[in-house]
């Protein structure tokens, strides 16, 4: 955007050098606001919907956002000392320690080794909120972050503009597979220039859906190791775990690779960042988590460690969004009261993502056409193909056009493609959805 009304108004001189620098992306919310007005095939929605019937007994066949039942019924008994008054800053007393169970309860083939290093969680203003403190407490402006080059949009806001930090990339695959080598080569490159370094992983990622398989994780966490012992200096790993969980194929790591990094290194500390609202099902609740894995080998008095980490973390979400709030964490903390109904709940949206995945990647495959390069993706929301020979955002606007279907296009640096937001699209329109995509390219190869 221009901003042409804000400079000739003289408001632009007014403006810190963040307020000019900071933009909303118009790119995903044009095809998102061309989608509700155009598409019959809609893959741009970041959540999952589909017929009701496909989520509740009995649902009707109009689309829904899928939720969780047993959430719903937590905001109904809600009394007023549970919704009104203020929350603790650092989250309700109760949903951090029913939180800190939870994540042990996924991480439970590797509870000796997380639970002595886990911190008790600390509550945010969803995924961003955890992103934005983290960074405040770790990021130094000029600072470089690492990341795969395929990484959500909104960590150029969080990170460059806002933090004033740089995001210095690798590219995310090494073939079919997580490109651990050129990750640990990133790293010791910014290591030569910094005391120490952050990494982000976003893993299952946006915007490409994919997880490493299970016998990728060692040798990924035996790199971040070997990088610190070669570099002699620290690492900070940001593990965006939004879509824990949303794994669709039985190869790929099943769950947080915040377990093995506990204690796997003194100089390594990972920080598990949830998006609860997205794991949940409850994107309009807004509340994200922060858990350390504070190496066991520190020779300071545990107690006291945790409780100044928590002063930082209270200072800087007191000075920023206040706190979370209270009748949301609530209806979590009821959920998460009867864990086993929530997960059934939960499992029944992960079926229905799983049967669209498979689908989508079985008709992709089926589909001759070498200008689309489907990348590997096994988890998540979403797939990304490449497109090579055609602009994205012009393949985008024929497919709207012509085949009524939105899709998100992609064009920055070496990357040109299409995101596609599986989650929102029934499976009975997936087979159209591949075939439009794939007629769209030859309609605009053959023009040219």
């Known amino acids: 955007m221009e901003f042409d009304a804000l400079n000739k108004s003289g408001m632009t001189n007014l403006f810190s050098a963040l307020g000019k620098s900071i933009e909303l992306p118009q790119g ?37 956002t899928f939720y969780l039942p047993s959430m719903q019924e937590s905001f109904g008994g809600l009394t007023s000392e549970e919704t009104f008054p203020y929350a603790p800053i650092l989250g309700l007393p109760e949903l951090r320690a029913a939180w800190k169970g939870y994540v042990l309860h996924k991480l439970a083939d590797a509870r000796d080794r997380v639970e002595p290093c886990m911190t008790l969680p600390v509550m945010t203003p969803g995924i961003t909120g955890a992103l934005h403190v983290a960074a405040k407490l770790f990021i130094d402006r000029d600072e470089v972050v690492v990341s795969p080059d395929r990484f959500w949009g909104n960590y150029r806001n969080i990170l460059e503009r806002n933090i004033g930090a740089r995001i210095e990339t ?25 005391h120490k370094a952050v990494l982000v992983l976003n893993l299952p990622n946006n915007p490409v859906g994919y997880l490493p398989r299970q016998e ?31 794994v669709y194929d039985p190869e790929a790591a099943q769950r947080s690779i915040f377990a093995e990094l506990c204690d796997c290194h003194r100089r390594i500390l990972p920080i598990k960042l949830d998006g609860i609202s997205k794991e949940m099902l409850f994107y309009g609740g807004r509340i994200g988590a922060m858990t350390f ?10 107690a006291t460690l945790e409780s100044e980490l ?20 609530t209806a979590i903390l009821k959920a998460l ?35 689309l390069k489907p990348l590997p993706f096994n988890a998540g929301f979403f797939c990304f193909c490449d497109i090579e020979g055609l602009s ?35 499976e009975g329109q997936i087979p159209l959805l591949a075939q439009n995509i794939a007629d769209a390219i030859a309609d605009l190869t053959q023009k040219e």
């Open 170 to 194: 690798f590219p995310f695959f090494d073939g079919d597979r997580f490109n651990v080598q050129g990750m640990a080569r990133k790293l010791l490159d910014t290591l030569q220039d910094q």
């Open 310 to 329: 928590e002063n930082k973390l209270g200072a800087l979400i007191r000075s920023t969004v206040s706190n979370s709030p209270r009748p949301i964490q």
């Open 293 to 302: 894995g504070l190496p066991t080998s520190l020779e300071v008095d545990r």
């Open 216 to 246: 990728t994780v060692a040798p990924l966490v035996e790199a971040l190791v070997n990088v610190v012992e070669e570099s002699s200096k620290s690492l900070v790993v940001l593990l965006d775990d939004s879509y824990e969980g949303y």
């Open 337 to 371: 009261q009867k864990l086993d109904i929530t997960l059934a709940e939960r499992q029944r949206v992960i079926d229905v993502l799983a049967r669209r995945a498979n689908l989508l990647r079985h008709e992709l495959e089926k589909l001759d056409c070498p200008p």
């Open 28 to 64: 995903i919310f044009y095809w998102l606001g061309r989608a509700k007005t155009e598409a019959e095939i809609n893959a741009t929605i970041g959540s999952a919907k589909g017929p009701a019937s496909e989520i509740i007994d009995g649902g009707g066949d109009e689309t829904i």
């Open 392 to 426: 994205a955002e012009k393949l985008a606007d024929h497919l709207m056009t012509k085949y009524k279907t939105a899709v998100v296009p992609t064009e920055s640096g070496k990357i040109n493609g299409i995101r596609v937001a599986f989650c929102s699209v029934p």
